[in-house]
């Protein structure tokens, strides 16, 4: 393999690992081992108002305690705001970002106005009202140029967009997931002009993970194929900011009773690692390895997946 291989597992910290996050966790862990390369976890503990207080030491326990152990000390996003702003700071001064003062309802009201279809997910595509200027009203948040929503933008301040990368454009994005193979979205129909800071002044994960995962020096993100929605996002922001793109890889979910994936929303139980061959069994059938591994402790459990994972994958470069 010509270049070091860095991954990473990035739990928020919002309750215990379930068997779904054991899978994302599980598959990061065995890419990365396969690819002789380096495993890092990162506590996305940004989100405040959601994270449950010892849930990070909760999860890293459980981890550890299925043989996975972090190759250096776990990154906080908490402990990272400086570079959030950097990166806020070097988007604002190539007009890629802007300050909108928009609250939810202005924008359901524009919708409206307009006529625009309500979006996929109940997610409200910003219609792109403060990207010309606040109008005297106060910011409350900042949101990425994500491209052209309609016909005739970008108004006279937001001109100099126009010579950003060629994904700023209306166009979509394409990309290929190893796992869901090519992929594409136009970031400025599907989501429109995303947050990067909150209203409520908290930072928003598409910049946090993006600015961590350059600073990780990531080269290949393994997560859950719920996640795989917030690539093309990803991607935009990873261009516009001169970082390295990471290769994606998105894993199969685990279904809860009512056939949704399993969260801790809808009542995914904690996992219990006292049996870690058990639930390490349980994750890698999910993953597609053969079922029943023989091991007498996690690490061997781990070293055969590792083997049976290289054989089943193959990076394309
Ligand atoms: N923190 C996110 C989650 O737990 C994962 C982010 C990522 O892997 O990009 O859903």
Redesign the pocket.
Known sequence: MGTAYTGRF???PTGPLHAGSLVAALASWLDARAHQGRWLVRI?DIDTPRCVPGAAALILQQLAACGLVPDAPPLYQLQRSTKYQAALDQLIASDLAYPCACTRQDIEREIAARGQPRPRHGELVYPGTCRGGLQGRLARAWRFFAGSIEQNWPPAPMRRAQAAPDSIANQPLHWQDRRLGPQQQNVGEAVGDFVLKRADGLWAYQLA?VVDDGAQGITD?V?GED?ADNTARQILLQRALGLPLPRYLHTPLVLGVNGEKLSKQNGATPLDTSRPLQVLNEAGRVLGLPAGILAQTPADWLQQAVALWSRATKIDR
């Open positions: 990035a739990p928020s996305e993970v993100v997560r996640l």
